[in-house]
């Protein structure tokens, strides 16, 4: 798991597709891993397994709350990339739809009218044969959003297991979703910090 950036307060990996966030019923994890060389780092968001890019993790317990504190207020900026099936029309857009969990289908999410609220905006990048490659950028922090919301247009990102199907699904072997622009603010210095991490797909 590369690092990308350390200090005293904070680090910042590139978290691999296929690893956990935290420990569950599988024990390997980001936070795991990342315990056996700073016995103080504290988890402060998470990314699903099957997504990679960027993770922020706190070396202080005060620069874990500070962090934290971020991305509860949407102060934090985060930036995704995505291989979508299908050539999107559209060079922008956005998908403003509720999510809720899918209770007897868990963990998978799905849009309802009860869900909480969800804002995704969208911008096309290129099209790449069958599919088109999309920038992400989600205003709320709903789990799977960018996932469902993809679907929801029609253009499943490739690899999902959840969402896609057929082609879509088995086209490649990993989810084509990738966290690669992360804004915040120093835990000590307020300056503001970015973080960039270019898609391996």
């Known amino acids: 798991m590369q690092i990308l950036y350390q ?3 904070l680090l910042v ?30 988890l402060i968001h998470r990314l699903d397994m099957a997504t990679s890019g960027i993770m922020v993790l706190g070396l202080t317990p005060f620069a874990q709350s500070s962090i934290a504190k971020q991305f509860q207020e949407r102060l934090t900026f985060k930036v995704y990339e995505a291989r979508v099936f299908g050539r999107m029309p559209a060079p922008q857009g956005q998908v403003n739809l509720p999510l809720r969990c899918d209770w007897p289908n868990r963990p998978r999410q799905e849009v309802h ?16 044969d069958r599919c088109s490659r999309v920038e992400l950028i989600p205003h709320t922090g709903r789990s799977h959003q960018l996932r469902v919301h993809m679907a929801s247009m029609g253009f499943p990102i490739v690899g999902d297991y959840f969402y ?9 072997k990993r989810l084509h979703l ?21 898609a391996p797909f």
């Open 7 to 9: 200090d005293k307060h």
């Open 13 to 42: 990996v590139n978290k691999p597709s296929g690893l956990l966030s935290q420990p569950g019923s599988i024990k390997d994890s980001v936070h795991t891993r990342l315990l056996e060389k700073f016995p103080f780092v504290g």
């Open 113 to 128: 009218n009860e869900g909480k609220s969800a804002l995704t905006h969208w911008r096309r990048l290129a099209h790449e």
């Open 164 to 172: 896609a199907r057929g082609e879509a699904l088995n086209m490649v």
């Open 178 to 198: 990738h966290a690669k622009t992360l804004h915040l603010y120093h835990p000590m210095s307020k300056q503001r910090l970015t973080f960039n991490c270019e």
